[in-house]
């Protein structure tokens, strides 16, 4: 389905909801300041085109896309290309390159390929994902140090070189600045987590340098003033050389924005028990990428950690996005002029805190001990991003994925599934009795869905993501109704879930349990670890389990709820 997730539900939203996304959209745009400042300077450009990005991004996605609660923007994984970009070809050339890949994603989203963009598998994601995280880290060295080199070398290799025969010209109050912001944002979660660490990073160390007069290089000494005015837009100079050597970057921009943006739409529904449109989220995305770079924006996609930010504060309709767009082109037109005072150190501390958490290494080694063709694949891909070209890493891995898919498929094929996904079909498409719309959930427990046979690599991400929450609950329930088979990957995960959440003081239920997947838990000794009280087949039983944990009575049923027969979820 291509129509807008905002277009089917505004009837539906209450005056209690709409509140809470005006709330949440404050939230994140606040939050997302900062982080469009950063990935705009790292990608090359001013912060300006950050900010614009996030404007301009924001909104579209959110107006017309297929997810309820995704944030767009620029975001860390399109820094390598972006910059490469403009080191070969200039800002015009970036500009073509990213109207390109914005058509490329209306075509992908047109012929209704968005839902066989979810079937990648997660070895050539992470693979890409880490080594673009590497790249990201040593881009900000010079900056993090305050290092005497005029140029930086695009290439890894040589710029490491540099950077070791450069070391001696450091800044320590460069240097001090950089290491306090990353001290706060590493330790402020332990006072807050309510209010980002890289927002007071930037405001503490901001104070300080103005309040001391250090010498430390700030936005407004290397870029001048930000503009308080959206720019006048501007088509591109279009010629068939230039068009024809941007093919290979536009589509790399184009792929990357689509698995970005679906994997952070798959990693929300699970949080909210909805499901995103996928088609309509790639013509959102499309859409986007043909608008930012008209006003001197660069790529957009979906952005993880704002989309995560903007759930948890509330966020449940697209308005929170919308909201979060407003609120970010009020602060470039009326607060622009103090965002020159920022310290270049503080925003590489924060991008190097935005590489840890993109370099997903724990998903990395957890890899490692999967099966030959998945360790091969992941190494394959890392390592063409880090030391060749993010675009031939995409290429290869894209091949790599053609042949792990069919090799997974011709291992295990469950057609109801796959058909059901390749479908796209949403919640507001299918009546589904089993919906946790239709049950009560207790006070204290939470209920996370994974959909699709071979995207499990999204309940990692969504590891990592509640990591940073608050107040964990006692009871965390996954519904593996739509998982039809696991891997050596899933399982893993699993026993990481068990082990991070018992010591947090959450047990781990598993509900909906095929039979293959239960198989594999059995030989892996998954089930003795998780417990067999602890494994059941619908989400009635496995509600039951949770109440019994939390000490209290089976609540009654909705008073319009109509029973139907129970039946497990694993089971056609």
Do not use: C
């Not at 996605?61 to 390598?80: C, E």
């Not at 050597?245 to 909210?272: C, F, H, K, R, Y």
């Not at 993010?390 to 042949?403: N, P, Y």
């Amino acid at each position: 389905m291509l129509k807008p997730k905002l277009f089917t539900i505004y009837k539906t939203i209450t005056r209690e909801q709409l509140l809470k996304d005006i709330t949440a959209g404050l939230i994140v745009g606040i939050v997302a300041l900062p982080l469009a400042i950063a990935f705009g300077i790292a990608s090359g450009v001013s912060p300006q085109q950050g900010i614009i990005t996030a404007v301009i991004g924001g909104f579209i996605v959110s107006f017309l896309g297929g997810s309820r609660v995704q944030i767009g923007g620029p975001t860390g994984a399109f820094i390598v290309i972006v910059y490469g970009i403009i080191q070969n070809y200039g800002m015009n050339g970036l500009i073509i390159a990213t109207l390109m890949a914005g058509i490329i994603l209306l075509i992908m989203g047109f012929a209704r390929l968005g839902s066989v963009i979810k079937f990648i598998p997660y070895p050539v994601i992470v693979g890409f994902t880490s080594g673009i995280a590497v790249v990201i880290f040593s881009s900000q060295i010079k900056d993090f140090f305050g290092l005497m080199i005029e140029k930086v070398p695009a290439d890894f290799t040589e710029k490491w070189i540099l950077y070791f025969q450069k070391f001696s010209t450091i800044n320590i109050w460069t240097f001090f600045i950089g290491a306090l912001s990353l001290i706060i944002m590493i330790f402020w979660p332990k006072v807050s987590r309510k209010i980002p660490g890289s927002i007071i990073a930037i405001l503490v160390s901001t104070i300080i340098v103005q309040m001391f007069g250090l010498n430390v290089e700030t936005i407004g000494s290397r870029f001048g003033d930000i503009p308080s005015a959206l720019p006048t837009p501007v088509l591109p100079h279009l010629d068939f050389a230039t068009i024809k050597g941007l093919i290979q970057p536009a589509t790399t921009i184009a792929i990357l924005a689509a698995i970005e943006s679906l994997l952070s739409a798959v990693v929300s529904d699970g949080m909210i028990g909805k499901k995103h449109r996928s088609n309509a989220e790639l013509i959102a995305q499309g859409t986007a990428n043909v608008f930012s770079p008209l006003f001197g924006g660069i790529p957009v996609t979906g952005a993880i950690a704002r989309t995560v930010t903007n759930i948890k504060n509330g966020g449940r309709t697209p308005i929170a996005g919308i909201v979060h767009a407003f609120v970010l082109l009020l602060i470039m037109l009326f607060f622009g002029k103090w965002a020159k005072l920022i310290p270049m150190a503080s925003l590489a501390a924060v991008l190097v805190i935005v590489a840890y958490n993109m370099s997903e290494w724990r998903s990395f080694k957890n890899l490692l001990k999967s099966p030959a063709s998945d360790v091969t694949v992941l190494v394959t891909t890392f390592f063409l991003t880090v030391i060749f070209d993010l675009t031939i890493a995409i290429e290869i891995g894209m091949l790599l994925a053609v042949f792990l898919f069919m090799h997974r498929m011709a291992l295990v094929t469950n057609v109801g599934v796959v058909t059901r996904e390749l479908k796209d079909e949403d919640d507001e498409d299918v009546a589904d009795p089993n919906a946790i719309a239709k049950r009560i959930i207790p006070e204290g427990v939470e209920v996370y869905e994974i959909n699709g046979p071979f995207f499990f690599g999204a309940a990692s991400t969504f590891k990592d993501a509640i990591r940073s929450m608050e107040d964990p609950p006692k009871v965390r329930i996954i519904r593996m109704r739509n998982v039809p088979a696991i891997d050596a990957t899933g399982l893993q995960t699993i026993r990481e879930f068990y082990k991070e959440w018992k010591q947090m003081g959450t047990t781990l239920v598993l509900s909906g349990v095929h039979t293959q997947p239960l198989v594999a838990m059995t030989q892996s000794g998954v089930f003795d670890i998780v417990g067999e009280e602890n494994i059941h087949g619908n989400i009635d039983d496995a509600l039951d389990r949770a109440r019994e944990i939390l000490g209290i009575d089976k609540i009654g049923k909705p008073a319009d709820f109509v029973p139907t027969v129970k039946r497990e979820e694993g089971k056609k």
